[in-house]
DNA sequence: CTGTTAGCGCCTTCAC
DNA sequence: GTGAAGGCGCTAACAG
């Protein structure tokens, strides 16, 4: 094994004490000059790396920020671990991410594995299951610095960053309304998460600004990933309420539909608009090209992590609601013009 | 801050000495009976959790494995990173990841970082800069378990997992040509890479095979993430060579040349086929749905864990080359029954 | 300016 | 069975 050499190995060919090195190392000011320089470069030489295992034993700090989210694969997350990733490196801290699968019991375990690695702080998002939240209470217990983001619990007392949910699905409602839709079919996200249930005040607000029915028949509750597409939509089509539009709560779900709906012969835009959620790189160029909202998971991931930071380096640090602005992008899936 | 009991605070309450406590909590059999029942009991109560950093800088093992990829957020590397975390996780050790965003330099401080962390071994695959490979061959001279996947260096004697480029792309290009095209395109990725330059040579294999003769001309060097692409099909049309198959690195690329392709009156496939590489989950509903070859990202990431953990647990362990299969899914956008 | 001592939390001889 | 001592690598307080 090639050990790394340590202060002790410096000091010993150097004829020093290890606090001389040490001092050296970290430019203590009471070091003479002339040891300096030896030190430094034998350091050099010997490619001197400080373990950061004894540092962090000895200041009680690990410089590892954890992550606790769904799925890694999942796209939205994906992209919020590179904002993450990348406000954490620029301040010096590694990341560790874990994944709940949207288990509860997984996620339980992902807080205990990351507490007992005595991260510094947490970043988490919830799973689709999480409605009792003992584990997470604990961590703030724990006064461990800990940032809610996306998926976040509205009864606990803690900083959280979320896009905005409601006003968004409202500008995406209000825009098939005002380009003449009247029965617009939602197919909505579990319940239990906060985000989903916003999105769905905010197509029901929509709804009502216009003095149009909100019909629960055409409210359809799905799971995150558009499992039961076919399902979906055949009920739909079965319901003959003659729908004019969908908004489905991501472009995965939008996209299988727009297939299905196809290949009844029924043409979008025209019968029927549709707008998704997400805007997958991919969307841009289905056919006809997706309308979709722009949900910004670098941004969150990013903000998410310097919010964290603050509260690392001040423990008075006050709480935050931070809301990051989504993006409504219209193409030709719900208006030709 | 709710601080973590320690082995010296149950040693305290209970009137012991801390080693008897350690030796209590770690099951050794010279503890009375009576002793361990009481130490684990307060282990129980104050939620005692060994503290990993100490453990680690005695072990000299931090159980942290280190992962070195070009980006968290391109789709396959996040299904590899789904199974690195899922067989590392269930061996009990955490993974650091490291995003080269495709640049050495970041790279080869990603090594640092990784190094100076002390992980227990290094899963990688390269960036598409990635020629010089001394920040890679340092790490095989530290003796450290290093295992490449997907973008791999041949030149450096190691573990490596890899799909079967060359046979897939050569059984892609077989469809084509035996379901009557002659005059295929291939969009190829950079080629310092493994991975292109293997699938390249699998394309040219078939053409070979068929007797049909290798256009240069039909060549394009592309990046990892269909930039460019208009510039591409534009190029491919005036080249007026009436190329009846386009072969695209991956599905992005495939995906926004049909669009582009249709844009131009010209049918798909009757009269291009398009073959793309990834199979990404929105591939299959596309108008028309996208032939593409299915990745082994999730897979690959699990085996180049195992292995790792092989070396980690030997470090007599031989150096093997594992070599996963890909699968051609063939759709409508290349063959219509 | 430099060295000695002590301690972060844990485990492992060695001694009784 | 149990305790005391020492050390993993580093730094900070205390002496000179």
Do not use: W
């Amino acid at each position: 094994m090639g050990m790394n050499p340590t202060v002790k190995d410096i000091a010993a060919k150097l004829n020093l004490s290890t606090s001389t090195v040490s001092r050296a190392l970290t430019d203590h000011p009471d070091v003479k000059k002339e040891t300096k320089r030896l030190v430094l470069k034998l350091a050099r030489e010997l490619d001197y790396q400080p373990n950061p295992i004894a540092l962090s034993l000895k200041k009680n700090r690990t410089y590892i920020l954890g992550v606790i989210i769904p799925e890694t694969s999942i796209s939205f997350f994906s992209k919020a671990i590179s904002g993450i990733q990348e406000v954490a490196s620029k301040a010096g801290y590694q990341v560790m991410i874990c994944s709940s699968h949207d288990s509860v019991d997984i996620e339980r375990q992902n807080v205990q594995t990351l507490l007992n690695s005595r991260v510094d702080g947490l970043i988490i998002s919830v799973s689709r299951e999480t409605q009792d939240v003992n584990h997470l209470a604990r961590i703030l217990d724990k006064r461990l610095p800990t940032v809610f983001f996306d998926r976040i619990c509205e009864e606990l007392q803690s900083t959280q960053v979320v896009a905005d949910n409601f006003a968004i699905t409202f500008r995406a409602t209000e825009h098939l309304i005002t380009t003449g839709r009247k029965r617009i079919a939602y197919i909505a996200g579990p319940q239990n998460l906060y985000n989903s249930r916003k999105r769905l005040e905010g197509y029901k607000a929509a709804l009502q600004k216009y003095k149009l029915p909100i019909d629960d028949d055409l409210i359809i509750a799905s799971h995150y990933e558009g499992e039961n597409v076919k399902t979906y939509t055949d009920y739909l089509f079965n319901l003959n309420r003659q729908i004019d539009a969908i908004f489905a709560i991501n472009d995965r779900t939008a996209i299988e539909m727009i297939h299905l709906i196809k290949q009844r012969q029924v043409k979008v835009p025209e019968d029927i608009a549709v707008v998704g959620f997400n805007n997958e790189r991919f969307s841009a160029f289905f056919d006809p090209p997706l309308s979709s909202i722009d949900h910004p998971a670098f941004e969150m991931g990013k903000t998410a992590t310097e919010l964290l930071l603050q509260h690392i380096a001040d423990d008075q640090f006050p709480i935050q609601k931070k809301v990051i602005k989504s993006d409504l992008i219209i193409r030709e899936s719900s208006f030709k013009s």
